[in-house]
Nanobody, 122 residues
Framework: QVQLVESGGGLVQAGGSLRLSCAAS????????MGWYRQAPGKQRELVADITSGGSTNYADSVKGRFTISRDGAKNTVYLHMNSLKPEDTAVYYC????????????????WGKGTQVTVSS
């Protein structure tokens, strides 16, 4: 099993900053990619940003230049630094981790965190 622990959500005024973190633990052989998705009320879940084990990053157009994703490979932790927050960034943010588990055949895994609420007031 793989466990994800998210932290860092909260309430912030427009223009403010927050940092989300997600730590993965458990029967992990290797992690291929870690990322953040978000889901606003009445909308589909969407990719915010992700980062591969090699450090390649991918961002949604709506957050480019404002959000930065980073990871600590030694700690199996991914961070999302969010600056210049806007009310439209309000959503539940979910951590996503993909990789290989310890076990026969090293099975692939994909896990989601429980989500952390980010609310940006105008």
């Amino acid at each position: 099993q793989v466990q994800l622990v998210e932290s860092g959500g909260g309430l912030v005024q427009a223009g403010g900053s927050l940092r989300l973190s997600c730590a993965a633990s458990g029967s992990i052989l290797s992690i291929n990619a870690m990322g953040w998705y978000r889901q606003a009320p009445g909308k589909q879940r969407e990719l915010v940003a992700d980062i591969t084990s090699g450090g390649s990053t991918n961002y949604a157009d709506s957050v480019k230049g404002r959000f930065t994703i980073s990871r600590d490979g030694a700690k199996n932790t991914v961070y999302l630094h969010m600056n210049s927050l806007k009310p439209e960034d309000t959503a539940v943010y979910y951590c996503n981790v993909r990789g290989l588990r310890v076990g026969v055949g090293f099975p692939r895994f994909e896990y989601w965190g429980k989500g952390t609420q980010v609310t940006v007031s105008s």
